[in-house]
Antibody
Framework: EVQLVQSGAEVKKPGESLRISCKGSGYSFTSYWISWVRQMPGKGLEWMGRIDPSDSYTNYSPSFQGHVTISADKSISTAYLQWSSLKASDTAMYYC???????????????WGQGTLVTVSS | DIQMTQSPSSLSASVGDRVTITCRASQSISNYLNWYHQKPGKAPELLIYAASSLQSGVPSRFSGSGSGTDFTLTISSLQPEDFATYYCQQSYSTPYTFGQGTKLEIK
């Protein structure tokens, strides 16, 4: 069974750093890109970026480029989303999702983690 | 960036109703269009990919159509578990973008 299991909720202060994780199981972790998606309170879904776990190549949305870092450790089938200096506006639910690339070239998020709630407040 | 616009933003319907949600892209995306639904407190779930392909395990009452800039998601006979928020998403080019969502509520 394919699963993406994310790390638990975090409460941080502005300016602090944070890394959250997403561990894949039940499939070949290096065969599928992992994306991160933000959902601010009461709002819609925003794609942040993606990583190819086989070589750690990343691709960011311009809206998030420079604000977060996506990384992966293929030896433990885990992807990460990291902030060096959190802001109150980073308060949101963050989801990881597996990006399926089928034989016809179509891309879609077929499995999602359960979400990690990040709260940034002084 | 490609903008995705859904309509309506919210919709009230009854169990057994046929419901259609539309999604428009700001430029042609061929059929690189996916649909998800999200129930409160849960992660999104894939329903339809490539505009009209039903994801494995998704009930056949869900269907998708369209190509280019205009797409629809249809639920043929609403069930109680279908009341959720629905999102379209383009995978034609990065940054992948989602529609703003359509909240489907019980009438």
């Amino acid at each position: 069974e394919v699963q993406l299991v994310q790390s638990g909720a975090e409460v941080k202060k502005p300016g602090e750093s944070l890394r959250i994780s997403c561990k894949g199981s039940g499939y070949s972790f290096t065969s599928y890109w992992i994306s991160w998606v933000r959902q601010m309170p009461g709002k819609g879904l925003e794609w942040m970026g993606r990583i190819d776990p086989s070589d750690s190549y990343t691709n960011y949305s311009p809206s998030f480029q420079g604000h977060v870092t996506i990384s992966a450790d293929k030896s433990i089938s885990t992807a990460y989303l990291q902030w060096s200096s959190l802001k109150a506006s980073d308060t949101a639910m963050y989801y990881c999702a597996r990006l399926h690339h089928d034989s016809s070239g179509y891309l879609y998020f077929d499995y999602w983690g359960q979400g990690t709630l990040v709260t940034v407040s002084s | 960036d490609i903008q995705m616009t859904q309509s309506p933003s919210s919709l009230s319907a009854s169990v057994g109703d046929r419901v259609t949600i539309t999604c428009r892209a700001s430029q042609s995306i061929s059929n690189y269009l996916n649909w998800y639904h999200q129930k409160p407190g849960k992660a999104p779930e894939l329903l339809i990919y490539a505009a009209s392909s039903l994801q494995s395990g998704v009930p056949s009452r869900f269907s998708g159509s369209g190509s280019g800039t205009d797409f629809t998601l249809t639920i043929s006979s609403l069930q109680p578990e279908d009341f959720a928020t629905y999102y379209c998403q383009q995978s034609y080019s990065t940054p992948y973008t989602f529609g703003q969502g359509t909240k489907l509520e019980i009438k």
